[in-house]
């Protein structure tokens, strides 16, 4: 059963861990997921971003799916289904698919557009026990065909949009979705320091997680990250294990072409990617 992120990233919060969001591309991405979540007793939080989902037939495909794998790899930790980076269409039509959780974007609108699709989203998520993430001050990198350069949020609008009573907050503070160039700058925690003041207990949401040194992973935790995003890196570690079994010719060896032989090496590789930012993230056995 899909639940919403709030008590996992209320507990999270208070307790000073993160539970991560990983990214699912597929079936072999969900279950290698999930099935780590519950060999280390964590909570996860499964994102889909609105490409994945239409990747993968739609949103209620994505959903019936994980719903269906969770019943059938007997999964007992918490689970929430979240939609990343959605526009306003998007999250309303996660919410019908039967998703646990939506992320509404609106950082790219001006700052009163921003708060007041926030606000209606606020009321059709709590009037359904959904959890709802919203955004303030792009994030870098590219999301989706956007690209930005890693920008500060202002803490004053934070607060505007964590006063609306989203569950959390995604804020930039420098951080850059996919690799970090070589001349990044590192994460602004005077600019995180200043949010966490003005928002209190209000979860924040780190995106861009693949690449930013664990120091800065556990000050962020510090001040009030409680959820960190990770995508880039399954995805890096998935096609290196892939690339190596073909290159050592194990596709060509007896039945090695089959794709259940062939994908397993990029599972495993992912299971080993989850498990080691669980540990960093410091969710293992909080389930």
């Given at each position: 059963?899909?639940v919403?992120a709030?008590?996992m990233?209320?507990?999270?919060k208070a307790?000073?861990y993160a539970?991560?969001?990983?990214?699912i591309n597929?079936?072999?991405?969900?279950?290698?997921?999930l099935?780590t979540?519950?060999e280390?007793n964590?909570?996860?939080?499964?994102g889909?971003?609105?490409?994945?989902?239409k990747?993968?037939?739609?949103f209620?495909?994505?959903?019936d799916?994980?719903?269906?794998?969770i019943d059938d790899?007997g999964?007992t930790v918490?689970?929430a289904?979240h939609?990343?980076h959605?526009?306003y269409?998007?999250?309303?039509?996660c919410?019908?698919a039967g998703?646990?959780?939506v992320?509404?974007d609106?950082?790219?609108?001006?700052?009163?557009?921003?708060?007041e699709?926030?606000?209606?989203?606020?009321?059709?998520?709590d009037?359904l026990?959904?959890s709802?993430e919203?955004e303030?001050?792009?994030?870098?990198?590219?999301?989706?065909?956007v690209v930005?350069a890693?920008?500060?949020a202002?803490?004053?609008?934070?607060k505007?949009?964590?006063?609306?009573?989203?569950?959390?907050?995604?804020a930039?503070?420098?951080?850059?979705?996919?690799?970090?160039?070589?001349?990044?700058?590192?994460?602004?925690?005077?600019?995180?320091d200043?949010i966490q003041?003005?928002?209190g207990?209000m979860?924040?949401?780190?995106?861009?997680?693949?690449?930013?040194?664990?120091d800065?992973?556990?000050?962020a935790?510090?001040?009030?990250v409680?959820?960190?995003n990770?995508?880039t890196?399954?995805q890096?570690?998935f096609a290196e294990a892939t690339r190596?079994?073909?290159?050592?010719g194990?596709?060509?060896q007896?039945?090695?072409?089959?794709p259940?032989?062939?994908?397993a090496?990029g599972?495993e590789?992912?299971?080993?990617?989850?498990?080691?930012?669980m540990?960093?993230?410091?969710?293992?056995?909080?389930?």
């Open positions: 059963m899909l919403s709030k008590e990233l209320t507990k999270a307790g000073k539970v991560g969001q990983f990214n597929n079936l072999e991405w969900t279950k290698a997921i099935l979540a519950q280390q964590s909570p996860v939080i499964l889909v971003s609105e490409g994945a989902g990747y993968m037939c739609g209620k495909t994505v959903a799916m994980v719903k269906a794998m790899l999964i918490p689970v289904l939609l990343d959605g526009s269409e998007g999250a309303k039509k919410i019908e998703f646990s959780s992320m509404f609106g950082s790219h609108y001006p700052i009163e557009e921003n708060i699709k926030t606000k209606e989203l606020v009321a059709t998520c009037s026990g959904l709802l919203a303030v001050g792009s994030i870098g990198g590219e999301e989706d065909g930005g890693g920008e500060c202002d803490p004053e609008e934070c505007m949009i964590a006063d609306l009573g989203i569950t959390m907050l995604a930039g503070i420098g951080n850059i979705h996919g690799k970090y160039p070589a001349n990044w700058a590192g994460l602004s925690f005077d600019t995180l200043a003041q003005l928002t207990d979860p924040l949401v780190l995106h861009g997680g693949t690449g930013i040194p664990a800065m992973i556990s000050k935790i510090s001040l009030g409680s959820k960190i990770v995508n890196e399954c890096l570690s190596k079994y073909i290159e050592e194990k596709d060509l007896g039945k090695g072409f089959d259940r032989k062939l994908l090496p599972v590789a992912i299971k080993a990617t989850v498990k080691e930012k540990e960093l993230f410091g969710s293992v056995g909080k389930a």
